[in-house]
């Protein structure tokens, strides 16, 4: 069984920069692979960015492309996503999750495994 607890959501205006964390259990951290997802209220589950075991590969949908970064530390089993120039569109409850049986990195909510109950980002205009 594998825990993940996001932190680091909040109320930000257009522009501010957020960072949010990721915390997973499991001895075997550095065997997953690890995805951010976001949702906002009345829409689907949306991809946004995503990492291989050992942070040599990620991968990011085009919203957020050269604004949000993705990184992990596997010496403190945490997974983290820096955001910045927030737009109002970015406000969303952010999810992280774990893929631990095929280490691919991907942006398919389905093949993700285990899944966090989120943070909220609210972004004013």
């Known amino acids: 069984q594998v825990q993940l607890v996001e932190s680091g959501g909040g109320l930000v205006q257009a522009g501010d920069s957020l960072i949010l964390s990721c915390a997973a259990s499991?001895?075997?951290?550095?065997?997953?692979?690890m995805g951010w997802f976001r949702q906002a209220p009345g829409k689907e589950r949306d991809f946004v960015a995503a990492?291989?075991?050992?942070?040599?590969?990620?991968y990011y949908a085009d919203s957020v492309k050269g604004r949000f970064t993705i990184s992990r530390d596997n010496t403190k089993n945490t997974v983290y996503l820096q955001m910045h120039s927030l737009k109002p569109e970015d406000a969303a409850v952010y999810h992280c999750?774990?893929?631990?049986?095929?280490?691919?990195?991907?942006?398919?909510?389905?093949?993700?495994?285990?899944w966090g109950q989120g943070t909220q980002v609210a972004v004013s205009s």
């Open positions: 990492i291989s075991w050992n942070g040599g590969s990620t």
């Open positions: 499991g001895r075997t951290f550095s065997r997953y692979s």
């Open positions: 999750a774990a893929e631990i049986h095929r280490l691919v990195v991907t942006s398919i909510a389905n093949e993700y495994d285990y």
